[in-house]
């Protein structure tokens, strides 16, 4: 799915994200490494499929979720219901998020 959505965005005439990219703290320890991102925006997308709704996992996003957000980046999550059901309301986002 996440290439479904890189092909989305790569059709809207978005700027083309950086894959799996690795965010650090202010001290440069490690955050997260993220699906796609555009670093000069500070802006991420994650895709959660359908391993998100476990428990464990979706308890560990949370927690990852809020160090990225700490560290002064916008995240934006999408699911397949997104980006195959309303891919324009996805691109539309992303668009307002890259400004």
């Known amino acids: 799915m996440e290439s479904v959505l890189r092909w989305l965005i790569h059709e809207a005439g978005l700027p083309r994200p ?3 990219h690795v965010i650090r703290d202010g001290l440069g320890r490690f955050l997260a490494q993220v699906d796609l991102a555009w ?3 500070r802006v991420v997308v ?3 499929g359908n391993v998100h709704r476990d428990r464990r996992v979706f308890v560990e ?3 990852r979720q809020n160090g990225i957000v700490l560290a002064d ?3 934006l999550r999408f699911s397949s219901a997104d980006v ?3 891919p ?3 691109i539309g986002t992303l668009g307002q998020a890259l400004g």
């Open 84 to 86: 195959l059901g309303r």
């Open 88 to 90: 324009g309301s996805v």
């Open 73 to 75: 980046w916008r995240v």
């Open 18 to 20: 950086v894959l799996q």
């Open 39 to 41: 670093p000069e925006h």
């Open 61 to 63: 996003d949370l927690r």
């Open 46 to 48: 994650e895709f959660d």
